[in-house]
């Protein structure tokens, strides 16, 4: 997936990966096999972005993927991530490129 960013005068096509954990949402072991899964492609095709999608739900799905996100070795992998102040259910993994 192409996702357009502005800047300044110019636009940039960036590529984008997007996992929805909702199909997974109550298998333990699988949400991390996803994230880590996404993690490594995104690394491997040096994509520029991930948005993850935990969901609105209570929260614990999304903590737990921040939770993911914030061990050393995952997080050496990436440069930062976002919460979408719009949409609490998202999440944008940033990576340099």
Known sequence: MLLEIAEGHRVHAVAKLKLDLHEVYNKGDRIDEELS????????????LVEIIPGKGS?????????????????????????????????FVHFRR
């Open 37 to 48: 899964r996404v993690i490594a492609e995104a690394v491997a095709k040096r994509i520029a």
């Open 59 to 91: 929260g614990q799905l999304k903590k737990r993927v921040l939770k993911f996100l914030d061990q050393p070795d995952i997080k050496a992998l990436y440069h930062r991530i976002d919460k979408d102040s719009k949409n609490f259910g998202r999440i």
